[in-house]
């Protein structure tokens, strides 16, 4: 828990680094700059050096785990939705807290992917040190990788603040691999963050482009659409069984979003 809060307060004080992650073609070269600079930025924040590690080891707490999740609410709903499935996709899972969770909760194979290195570098060491087991597996993908797993291969898909972070593009393109490669009875749960009607403010590096995508110091940071526009948009391919809100910690209002969905 400690190590989630220090990490979330530090994330508008990332400084950028320039090397580019994803292919240049990609696109047609199109938005490359803006996704290259959020997986830059995504890779500083799961960064963790050695004396962190060792640190964290000294006082880690064998039910930490539980507190990895952002939230009790959500960690909740993800475990008791995916928890007895057979095989289940964490993507985009970040340093992995629902992977660990599901894998601690009884799920006896967790798959939990993430582009970035420092992610999965901080899920593996994360998963051996509360003891998540042999079938949680953690791997660094390409963006590619989605697109190449087989049809209907898991019974339970997890994305969390993902789809809402990235390029429109991007985002469709997981989406409807998301529901390819679930079985036709998977459960599948995709979370977002809250909506929210920015506007720009320079004073503190808010910019807001295109109407709904807010850049944060040049970062993007969040496509911002409404329950209703989601559900647009995860309807092509899924019923929307159901909306839970839940918050974060220190937030007034429930405002996430939690999206239940079963395949068409
Ligand atoms: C806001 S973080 C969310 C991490 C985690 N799921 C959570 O809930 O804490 C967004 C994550 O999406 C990952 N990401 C960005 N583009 C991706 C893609 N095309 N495929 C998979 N993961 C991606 C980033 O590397 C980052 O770890």
Redesign the pocket.
Known sequence: MVFRYKRERNYDKIVLFTGAVYPNDFFGGKEVDSYNN??NF?NQV?EMSDEEKEQFLKEIDPNGWKELA?SEKLRDIVTEHLSGCEKVLD?????G??GISLSKSGCKDVTA????EN?IKLAAFLGEAYGAGEGFKAECVS?DW?AEEKDASYDGIFC???ID??PEE?AND?IKNIARIATQDAKIIISMNYYSKEESNPEKGIEVKNGNEVYVNGVLRMVSRSDEEWSGILGKHFNVEKIEHFSWPGETKEARRIFVLRKI
Do not use: R
Not at 91 to 95: A, D, F, K, L, R
């Open positions: 959020a997986l995504w799961f952002p993507y985009g899972c970040g340093e807290w629902a992917v993430d582009v970035v992610a963006t989605i969390s603040n993902v972070v990235i991007i997981i």
